[in-house]
């Protein structure tokens, strides 16, 4: 038994600094592990804000109220009791991060300002200008930091994770990881691991993501036994905008500040927007959605502009565009409330949307599946944890927008202490093991590397990772069909041949990126199938899944978790189904168009 | 510019931290919309210099690709500024490429900017919190302090103050911009000015605050546009009140 446990952390994000935090403050010891500095890790990028049921408004807001609509924009697909504990613990969580100094937005009075977001009637987003994300990575990066500095923390920033080191008896004695820089290839013994390595936006090519959004180690760790849960939930955000090198966010709380979606009611109309009277713009979100408006989920809102783009054949200059809006709001309101988005806009596209309506289309944007964790955020493999965006358990099929914020936090205060507990409580400690286990597994990876850097082949990595970008982002996003999902996955399959035969350019066993990412896209190839076969079995339609073939949910066939494991012998994956824990709130219509 | 066929981009590159500089072009497809970070994708994609050498791809950091994790800084036809925010279209061409002249070079446009890093912690940024159990709401702030501390809270780290700054060099050991204007920050907080006295005390001295040479260059170039130099200021007037203090305690 470890009184001071060595706990390893693997990302940097929101939901790693969490761990950090709590492992450190119960006297664990941390290893931290980030591609990159952790200060610039992918958590940086949420920009609307963080959702708690503080009911400051006046407005008979409640924790219950936060579960209910995060369980009801999930579709039912999310088991209730943890969701139910984030949404109870959120306000406790504003308070803290308000108590380390995030710049949160203030009323008259001094007290938190709270906005309204996609999938509520209720104004429930606390919010730091539009940079939210970033503000609440920087105040606990800045606790990190003294943790560091008083020695409770190591970190190992430029450090990719390859792999969990498992003995004889499949539990996680720690990870194998690689220096970025020198290439050097080391075991790090732990008595527990908590993975918290965000999205897979790469596997899509261009989306909202970063660069280091690959969902590598996931995929590691499913390779390696880890059941992988409802990866095929792959949230498409509604307005991004587009570009050459990826799709660059545009928050929902342009909406929620007031923001309206709108396209030119006549065809290929090429007037100036501005020049465009009222009486010929289609606002189709508010006319479809009366209640919610501009403000339905996410998943709601992406079809929506799809229909309105690919049948109605409306898209801006017959482009796939449409129009947000926020010209007719004060410069002054904007500014306060939304300047980090605006100035994304104006440097991106070189327009300034609060004289020119914003041109924007859905991009991928976030996975609600991942690592299939118990409410203790453990893996099915012993010592594992994950929390953040890398596990599956608080979104359902569709993620609400500013809860992503407060799962990671929650995802990571739940993981941390949890992890503590289980060292604490082993038998045997990580010491007693054999380091025959540590060294296998960095001889399993040194010769993985081997094989790569010194393959005689000539495909070329980046170009295998274009055509799995764009053969994903067509039939794995908004509009499923079993038919092209059956052909994504003999393209993946293909993929993953040519991918025997990449061909390293750079040959070099010092800071060697493109060696890196060829690792990575390995990873990418095989979770890619996870996501492919998953929506391919699920027939039905459900939050962010849709299949106009199947338009309905049905809950009597598929109330239920994907699990999906490696089958290593046939270097596929397998699936099986697991009933959904509803106990708190039965399933009902999930019916944003109805009028009450 | 917009009607160019091709972009001719030449990137400074350098094998490790030990070897020789050299440079190296490329000619790549114009696309509109085209960033820098997205020509160095293309060279990826396509490792062959412009006179037909194949060659490796570049290394260099990026993460977010829009501003704000502060990964890409490099310069850029001899502007410090991010890669990602720097539109080939704006750009005159050939687009010359370099690493950051004032940190180490790792390979390529890598430069090891740990030092930032470790002068944050130097300088002690951040609020003292007791711990991260429920004790209620924080000290409340009214709008105007949220809106002055709000524009410091969003560096960035990206380092382009210290690459700019004639006195950020070996000679001084200067902290820096960045770090300073943290430091005014945190000494606004109503629990992170607990630490005010510690986090002046590290102001002084070798490298600190002093080494300002007034260029005003970390303000221009800031891709945040964070008012460093009021900051700088601030931040000199309380470490002259300090060291005065200190003075007479003596």
């Known amino acids: 038994m470890a009184i001071n446990p060595k706990i390893v952390v693997v990302g940097g994000g929101l939901a790693g600094l969490a761990a950090v935090i709590k492992v450190a403050e119960m006297g664990g010891q941390v290893d931290l592990f980030s591609i990159v500095p952790v200060k610039r890790s992918h958590s940086v990028c949420a920009q609307g804000g963080i959702n708690a049921a503080k009911n400051l408004k006046g407005e008979g807001d409640s924790t219950w109220q936060h579960f209910d609509d995060t369980v009801y924009g999930g579709d039912f697909l999310a088991n209730q009791p943890p969701v139910k504990g984030m949404c109870d613990a959120a306000p406790g969580i504003i308070d803290l991060l308000d108590r380390m100094g995030v710049p949160f937005n203030r009323t008259a009075e001094g007290l938190l300002d709270f906005r309204r977001f996609g999938g509520t009637l209720f104004n429930r987003t606390a919010f730091a200008g539009a940079t939210t994300g970033q503000q609440l990575l920087y105040a606990l990066d800045e606790q990190v930091r003294r943790y560091e500095s008083e020695g409770k923390v190591r970190k190992f920033e430029h450090w990719e994770f390859l792999s969990a080191v498992l003995d004889g008896n499949q539990v996680c004695r720690g990870i194998c990881a690689m220096d970025l820089r020198t290439m050097e290839v080391r075991t790090f013994p732990a008595d527990a691991v908590i993975i918290a390595t965000g999205g897979n936006g790469m596997i899509f090519g261009k989306s909202t993501n970063s660069v280091v959004c690959t969902g590598s180690a996931q995929s590691a760790l499913y390779q390696q036994g880890a059941f992988y849960a409802n990866g095929e939930f792959i949230q498409v955000h509604p307005t991004a905008i587009p570009g050459e090198d990826k799709l660059r966010l545009m928050s929902e709380s342009a909406r929620g500040e007031g923001g309206r979606v709108w396209v030119p009611k006549q065809p290929g109309d090429k007037r100036d927007p501005q020049s465009i009277p009222a009486n010929e713009r289609w606002y189709f979100l508010e006319e479809w959605y009366p209640k919610y408006g501009n403000l339905v989920p996410r998943d709601v809102a992406t079809r929506a502009i799809f229909k309105v783009v690919y049948e109605h054949n409306l898209g801006i200059d017959g482009q796939p565009m449409v129009y947000l809006d926020l010209t007719h709001i004060d410069r002054k309101v904007l500014d306060r409330k939304l300047e980090g988005i605006l100035e994304i806009y104006e440097k991106f596209v070189g327009d300034d949307p609060r004289d020119v309506p914003m041109k924007i289309f859905p991009g991928m944007h976030y996975t609600m599946g991942g690592l299939w964790v118990d409410f203790n955020q453990q893996t099915n493999i012993k010592g594992l944890y994950a929390a953040g965006e890398c596990e599956y358990q608080y979104h359902g099929a569709n993620r609400l927008g500013a809860n992503s914020l407060v799962s990671c936090i929650y995802g990571g205060f739940m993981s941390g202490p949890n992890a503590v507990k289980y060292a604490r409580s082993q038998q045997t400690s990580t010491d007693d093991v054999s380091s025959s286990v540590f060294e296998a597994e960095q001889r399993r990876q040194e010769e993985f590397n081997d094989l790569l850097i010194n393959n005689p082949g000539n495909e070329n990595p980046f170009q295998i990772w274009r055509e799995l970008g764009a053969v994903m982002t067509k039939n794995c996003t908004v509009i499923r069909y079993n038919k092209n999902l059956q052909e994504t996955d003999g393209k993946l399959v293909e993929l993953l041949q040519r991918f025997r035969n990449v061909n390293l350019s750079d040959k070099s066993m010092w800071a060697n990126t493109s060696f890196v990412f060829t690792r990575q896209l390995y990873n990418m190839l095989q979770l890619s199938r996870v996501i492919a076969q998953g929506a391919y079995l699920r027939n039905e339609s459900r939050g962010a899944h849709y299949k106009p073939d199947f338009p309905d949910r049905d809950d009597q066939n598929f109330l239920k978790t994907t699990k999906a494991y490696f089958a290593p012998d046939a270097d596929e994956p397998r699936f099986e189904f697991e009933p959904v824990d509803t106990s708190l709130i039965p399933p009902r219509p999930r019916r944003y168009d109805a009028a009450t | ?250």
């Open chain 2, 1 to 250: 510019m917009a009607d160019n066929k091709t972009v001719l981009i030449k990137v400074k590159r350098q094998k490790d931290p030990k070897s020789a500089p050299y440079w190296e072009e490329f000619e790549l497809q114009f696309r509109s919309g085209m960033n820098v970070i997205s020509a160095l994708m293309d060279v990826a994609l396509n490792p062959v210099t412009r006179t037909g050498q194949a060659t490796t791809a570049i290394a260099y950091d990026s993460n977010c690709l829009e501003e704000v994790c502060g990964s890409c800084a490099m310069l850029i036809n001899g502007r410090t500024r991010m890669a990602c925010s720097a539109l080939i279209d704006n750009l005159e061409q050939p687009v010359a490429i370099e690493p950051f002249t004032k940190f180490p070079v790792i390979r390529d446009l890598q430069v090891d900017r740990s030092v930032l890093f470790e002068n944050l912690k130097r300088v002690k940024a951040w609020v003292p919190v007791d711990g991260t159990y429920d004790l209620g709401s924080g000290p409340r702030l009214s709008p105007q302090e949220q809106e002055e501390a709000y524009p410091l809270s969003r560096c960035i780290s990206c380092c382009c103050c210290m690459e700019a700054c004639p006195q950020f060099n070996e000679n001084t050991g200067f902290v820096g911009a960045a770090a300073i204007s943290q430091v005014r920050l945190f000494n606004t907080h109503p629990t992170g000015k607990a630490l005010k006295t510690e986090r002046l005390r590290a102001l002084m001295g070798d490298g600190g605050i002093h080494e300002c040479g007034y260029a005003q260059n970390c303000v221009e170039v800031c891709p945040k546009d964070i008012p460093l130099t009021t900051s700088i200021a601030e931040v000199g007037g309380q470490v002259m009140v300090q060291a005065f203090k200190d003075l007479f305690r003596k």
